[in-house]
């Protein structure tokens, strides 16, 4: 990233939920930047706080405490036509096309209300043009067969095309992706994916995509960034190329060795990690110290369980939260020094 301010900063951020008399805590002290034109994905399993992390990012929610900046702006004193401005700025695709598409709406509809709402156009004829203009642009052509249609008529990656359309309406500079290709066929979301990827280079967009599949995270952000989130923080985070190849965090190594090989002879060769635990701990009851300690095959007592760990440099170019990872990299630059 560049020195310049960045288009989004998340600092401290924590969300509690209240359940009965209990207190969920989903969301622990992330901090992230988002440069403009980048790709950040968030990775993680269900209920590691990635979705409330990208509704906080585009204003659905506010946080219980911790600042969101956007363009170096406290998005929380925000107001009126700026606190507008900042909603148009800032779009969300949702995961699930069948659900997130008004059903009585064909996709002109759709796609010219937000126009309209915004000032964007002023006719029907104008409006016409550039939801067709929004279709071509997501790879729904030619678009004037799609242009009088209703959702129940598209198939579910057809669907999710028209959600990226209706983001891109009113002109967004970052687009948060909530698991934008796990409801379509497998066989076309490698399609779709690269329909974002050239949206992201025309449109110099920033994307903020969130998934629970590595394999897609390592495809999507080759040339971006990954956090990986567990349990409402970010244990790891750097290039796409490193934290994939060189994991650093015992549960990014767990994810990664987890992904399905291609080569039947290099999955019959891999090697696996066999975790404490299976279970993953409730939110209503974190672990102390380390959250992943309970699962983690390189635990050390008395340590993992009792400190927080923060995110710090390790051997790799990654940053991970992790007290054996850290040991691990004093050990390297103290015997470099020696060296030296």
């Avoid at 996709?107 to 550039?130: D, G, K, Q, T």
């Avoid at 983001?167 to 992706?177: F, K």
Wanted: aromatic share 6%; net charge positive.
């Amino acid at each position: 990233m560049s020195n310049r301010l960045p288009l989004l900063s998340l600092q401290h951020i924590h969300k509690y939920f209240k359940a009965g008399r209990n207190t969920i805590r989903v969301l622990q002290d992330i901090s992230l930047d988002v440069g403009q034109g980048e790709i950040v994905c968030l990775v993680g399993e269900s209920g590691c706080g990635k979705t409330t992390t990208g509704k906080i990012i585009a204003g659905l929610i506010a946080p219980t405490s911790g600042k969101v900046f956007f363009e170096g702006n406290d998005v929380s004193k925000l107001r009126g036509e700026a606190f507008r401005a900042y909603r148009r700025a800032v779009q969300i695709v949702h995961q699930d096309p069948y659900a997130s598409l008004n059903p009585t709406h064909t996709l002109y509809r759709m796609l010219s209300f937000p126009l309209f709402r915004h000032r964007l156009v002023h006719s029907r004829a104008e409006a016409r043009v550039r939801v067709l203009e929004l279709l071509r642009l997501v790879d729904l052509t030619p678009p004037e067969d799609f242009i009088d249609k209703f959702p129940h008529q598209l198939s579910g990656g057809q669907r999710q095309r028209a959600s990226i359309a209706r983001a891109l309406t009113v002109n967004p500079r970052l687009i948060v992706a909530d698991e934008p290709v796990s409801m379509v066929d497998v066989s076309i979301r490698v399609s779709l994916l690269n329909t974002l990827l050239d949206l992201q280079r025309r449109l110099n967009l920033t994307f903020v995509f969130i998934t629970h599949d590595l394999a897609v995270a390592r495809y999507f952000a080759w040339e971006g960034r990954i956090a990986v989130m567990y349990l409402g923080r970010i244990v790891e985070i750097g290039s796409a190329p490193d934290v994939t190849a060189q994991p650093q965090h015992p549960y990014t190594r767990a994810l990664i060795a987890s992904l399905p090989e291609p080569d039947p002879e290099l999955t019959r060769h891999k090697k696996r990690i066999s975790l404490r635990s299976e279970d993953i701990p409730s939110l209503l009851r974190i672990p102390s110290g380390c959250a992943f300690h309970p699962r983690c095959p390189w635990h050390v007592p008395s340590v993992c369980d009792v400190a927080l760990p923060e995110l710090a440099p390790t051997q790799g170019r990654s940053l991970a939260a992790c007290h054996v990872t850290a040991q691990t990299a004093y050990h390297a630059q103290a015997l470099s020094a020696q060296k030296a």
